[in-house]
């Protein structure tokens, strides 16, 4: 349909476009540009938004204000508390700026994990990339059932190993998700089975990059229960089993 168009005082150099029966008001335009319009019948349509009731933006304001003071690692997806530095009660252990993180991207867990800002970023980024679509088909995720987070101990607390890199403040395990339904996929129970395994296996496969470390069932009889994240770094690049 050919447009037609109405011309307008020098107070703006765009004209007033009528289409489809529309008179559409660019943002600059006022109801001066309107009253000159008037000799056009059809019903008319401003291009600037529509102004917010005021309460709704003091809501507004006030959840992202709460939301930036609960904010760790320069990040408001990052929910939590700063301690600043933990030291171990070996020199191999501790961190040296840690924080406890209660949520990411939304989802809550289930006990605080003191972590590293390395470690609690890549939880977010796995979680938006691939804990969040994998378990969309099941109803979406609200909580992570966190098995274990900082201790200082040596790998699989076996005697003589190598210090864990839970010790380090840079680990993670997750036993559980919740669903919005209030279910728990456990990774005990669901590896294996027709309804959960699937996700379950998209989200081991789906951390191996973002972390240094991906550990699961299979891998070795200590992580049948849980998936094992971490950030540590190899030059041969991440270790995932």
Same mark, same amino acid.
């Given at each position: 349909?050919?447009? =037609?168009?109405?011309? *307008?005082?020098?107070?703006?150099?765009?004209?007033?476009?009528?289409?489809?029966?529309?008179?559409?008001?660019?943002?600059?335009?006022?109801?001066?540009? *309107?009253?000159?319009?008037?000799?056009?019948?059809?019903?008319?349509?401003?291009?600037?938004?529509?102004?917010?009731?005021?309460?709704?933006?003091?809501?507004?304001?006030?959840?992202?204000?709460?939301? =930036?003071?609960?904010?760790? %690692?320069?990040?408001?997806?990052?929910?939590?508390?700063?301690?600043?530095?933990?030291?171990?009660?070996?020199? =191999?252990?501790?961190?040296?700026?840690?924080?406890?993180?209660?949520?990411?991207?939304?989802?809550? *867990?289930?006990?605080?994990?003191?972590?590293? %800002?390395?470690?609690?970023?890549?939880? @977010?980024?796995?979680?938006?990339?691939?804990?969040?679509?994998?378990?969309?088909?099941?109803?979406?995720?609200?909580?992570?059932?966190?098995?274990?987070?900082?201790?200082?101990?040596?790998?699989?607390?076996?005697?003589?190993? @190598?210090?864990?890199?839970?010790?380090?403040?840079?680990?993670?395990?997750?036993?559980?998700?919740?669903?919005?339904?209030?279910?728990?996929?456990?990774?005990?129970?669901?590896?294996?089975?027709?309804?959960?395994?699937?996700?379950?296996?998209?989200?081991?496969?789906?951390? %191996?990059?973002?972390?240094?470390?991906?550990?699961?069932?299979?891998?070795?009889?200590?992580?049948?229960?849980?998936?094992?994240?971490?950030?540590?770094?190899?030059?041969?690049?991440?270790?995932?089993?």
């Amino acid at each position: 349909m050919p447009r =037609a168009t109405v011309s *307008l005082p020098a107070a703006t150099a765009q004209p007033v476009v009528a289409r489809s029966g529309v008179i559409l008001l660019q943002p600059d335009q006022s109801a001066v540009h *309107l009253a000159s319009a008037a000799s056009f019948s059809g019903p008319v349509s401003a291009l600037r938004p529509s102004v917010r009731p005021r309460s709704l933006e003091q809501k507004a304001m006030a959840k992202k204000r709460k939301r =930036a003071k609960g904010a760790v %690692c320069g990040d408001v997806d990052l929910q939590g508390t700063y301690l600043g530095p933990v030291p171990g009660p070996i020199a =191999a252990c501790g961190i040296g700026e840690a924080i406890k993180l209660r949520s990411v991207s939304g989802i809550a *867990l289930s006990q605080e994990a003191v972590m590293d %800002c390395a470690t609690a970023k890549a939880l @977010k980024t796995w979680t938006e990339r691939s804990a969040k679509p994998a378990l969309a088909r099941l109803g979406g995720l609200t909580g992570y059932r966190v098995a274990a987070h900082y201790t200082c101990r040596t790998r699989n607390n076996q005697p003589g190993a @190598k210090v864990s890199e839970h010790g380090k403040g840079r680990a993670i395990d997750i036993s559980g998700f919740q669903l919005q339904s209030g279910e728990i996929v456990s990774v005990l129970e669901g590896w294996n089975s027709r309804r959960h395994g699937k996700a379950l296996r998209a989200m081991h496969a789906g951390a %191996c990059g973002t972390f240094g470390t991906v550990l699961g069932p299979g891998s070795d009889g200590y992580h049948r229960d849980h998936l094992h994240f971490d950030t540590a770094r190899y030059r041969s690049g991440s270790y995932c089993r």
